[in-house]
């Protein structure tokens, strides 16, 4: 089946979907869009989130044909161009990223939470943050690049 969708402000669509292929899939394999990681593809680890209809979603769990019509926003889209969102600036200035297997979908996650609530406590970061897990960091400086950005909106 064809899957029509927009990806990132743009109109795309790819062939030949089959009916139990994934979302993630989709992006990755023939969407060219591998920012997206895909760890667990069980809706364990958030790696592969991005924002469905700006919700964030894990994009292993929702079959391509759900996102028939629909607007997908994966990490690539966070950025203005080569300006980098002030999420993704935090975590590259506070060293949160490691491996970086886990910083996509902690950025999505992260960027969804700052959107919501421009000053979160520790409390609402580490609850936003709980779907996504990074085997690396020990989630301080993740926790500092979250704390970052949420004050540098705060001021902007
Ligand atoms: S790859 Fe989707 S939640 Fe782990
Ligand atoms: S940086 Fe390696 S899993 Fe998070």
Redesign the pocket.
Known sequence: MRVNLTVNGDRRHADDVWEGESL?YVLRERLGLPGS?????????????VYLDGVPA????VAAGQAEGREVRTVEGLADGDTLDPVQEAFVECGAVQCGFCTP?LLVAAHDLIERDPDPGDAEIREALAGNLCRCTGYEKIMDAVRLAAARKAAS
């Open positions: 993630l990681k895909n760890a667990c593809e069980q809706g364990e680890c958030g790696s592969c989130t894990c994009a292993c769990l979908g």
